[in-house]
């Protein structure tokens, strides 16, 4: 996994072969270590930063060419590949775009200024189609819209779950054209269900706290009814379970 909060972005001043070659020789030492075929393979995690005026705080056009470029050389090779995107970096439900990482939240709790506004998919719309496996995307992102729609809106988990899961394998319009710099036409991008993992919160989240945290109990009564169920889903994170 490449990433988490806080971590550097991969630098696009140093070319794609070198970046390729770094990522060998690591898979390699890892199997020479005792790793048998090495590691299955690259997970996208990048995300921003506590200083808002750092330069992690915003992706880079370069850098998400380089991210996608990356994504095609794995999958080619034979690796899985996949985002683990907060949900503000990939939201269904809007058309808004931004490579900022430090905008305010749009459904409610505008005083936190380090969401996105779909950066991720301009990573579905430059990489090759079908460079990745799965998504897993983050709900439990400091007020995140999942939240947001449950708590404050009252939404029963069963019906914003559904509706989820639809807004993303249907499809989304994204304005790219906010950021010339992309060289992207506006355009529509999409999660299908069975590359989707919807990404909860464990112990450490608590309960009406700025993650959400949803009881195993109610996620298991709203999955048995969803109409559409996606691939799976993820937590993080295991060592505080």
């Keep these: 996994s490449v990433g988490g909060w806080d971590a550097p972005h991969p630098d696009p001043a140093v070319p794609l072969e070198a970046w390729w070659a770094a990522l060998t020789s690591w898979d390699e030492s890892a199997e020479r270590a005792g790793l048998r075929g090495g590691f299955d393979g690259l997970d996208w995690d990048l995300e921003g930063n506590d200083d808002r005026s750092s330069p992690r705080s915003r992706f880079s056009a370069a850098g998400l060419r380089l991210v996608a470029d990356l994504s095609a050389r794995a999958k080619a090779s034979g690796r899985f590949v996949s985002l683990a995107p907060p949900q503000s970096y990939l939201d269904a439900s809007t058309d808004e775009f931004s490579l900022s990482l430090a905008l305010p939240a749009r459904c409610w709790h505008a005083e936190f200024a380090y969401a996105g506004r779909n950066a991720y998919a301009a990573l579905l719309a430059l990489a090759p189609p079908d460079t990745f496996d799965f998504v897993s995307l983050q709900l439990y992102e400091s007020w995140s819209r999942a939240g947001c ?88 994170d295991i060592a505080d379970e």
């Design 149 to 236: 729609m449950l708590s404050r809106h009252r939404l029963p988990l069963g019906a914003y779950l559904a509706l989820l899961v639809g807004e993303m394998r249907r499809g989304w319009r994204v304005g790219f054209d906010r950021e010339p710099s992309l060289g992207l036409r506006n355009r529509s991008v999409a999660v299908p269900a069975d590359r989707l993992l919807l990404g909860l919160a464990n112990g450490w989240a608590g309960e009406g706290g700025k993650a959400l945290f949803l009881p195993p109990a109610e996620v298991g009564r709203a999955w048995a009814a969803l109409p559409v169920r996606p691939r799976g889903l993820m937590f993080w």
